[in-house]
């Protein structure tokens, strides 16, 4: 009997701790708008593959009543946010101008008022805004995880040199594991 007694408090305990996990955590969605998709001003490698990542997060933080956070570059045409990760009226969205999503726009505030300790990150492009914004969380003192599968990115060419949108993305993730935890969209799902 006090086998099962022991058992029926750790199961308590285990369900209590997995039901909080995200009191302290925000998503952030970055830069999910229109003109990196096909037909933009900037289009990117497979957006469409990246938004549909990005929109089981959305869904499973929405389902858990977890803070969703949207963060949009003032850019036009195509600045509006991507149709399938769209916020709710209720979800704040930050309008920036630099790559940074924490310069000028209020967001840190926004996080300390929610008491937000931990945020998952994921969006567009790999090797700016979501790098940006990650570097700039980490600094400011949050433990970060970015969703690998949930970001994408482009060709980038320097000097002739041309790397291809895969490399640009693996090699960025590969530099952000100093800053954050890197897992696909299954393992963050599963583990939370």
Request: glycine share 6%; net charge neutral; charged share 25%.
């Given at each position: ?25 925000a ?49 036009n045409?195509?600045g509006?946010?991507y ?15 630099e ?6 726009t ?11 300790k931990?945020l ?6 790999t090797h ?10 980490h600094d ?15 060709d ?17 993730l590969?530099?952000?594991r100093?800053y ?11 583990g939370?």
């Amino acid at each position: 009997m006090k086998k099962l007694w022991i058992i029926s408090i750790f199961i308590t305990m285990t369900i209590s701790v997995k039901s909080q996990t995200l009191d302290s955590t925000a998503l952030i969605l970055i830069d999910n708008q229109y003109f990196y998709f096909p037909g933009g001003d900037m289009e990117l490698s497979e957006p469409e593959k990246a938004a549909e990542k990005a929109k089981q997060l959305l869904d499973f933080f929405r389902e858990k009543k977890a803070l969703v956070v949207h963060v949009r570059h003032e850019h036009n045409p195509g600045g509006d946010i991507y149709k399938l990760v769209a916020p709710l009226e209720s979800e704040k969205v930050f309008s920036k101008k630099e790559v940074n999503s924490f310069l000028g726009t209020g967001l840190e505030e926004y996080l300390k008022q929610n008491h937000i300790k931990k945020l998952v990150l994921c969006g567009m492009q790999t090797h700016m805004c979501l790098e940006g914004a990650t570097r700039a969380a980490h600094d400011l003192g949050y433990e970060c995880t970015v969703i690998k599968d949930a970001c994408t990115t482009r060709d980038l060419i320097f000097d002739d040199v041309l790397t291809p949108a895969k490399q640009v993305h693996y090699s960025t993730l590969a530099t952000l594991r100093n800053y954050a935890k890197i897992m696909g969209t299954d393992e963050f799902l599963k583990g939370n």
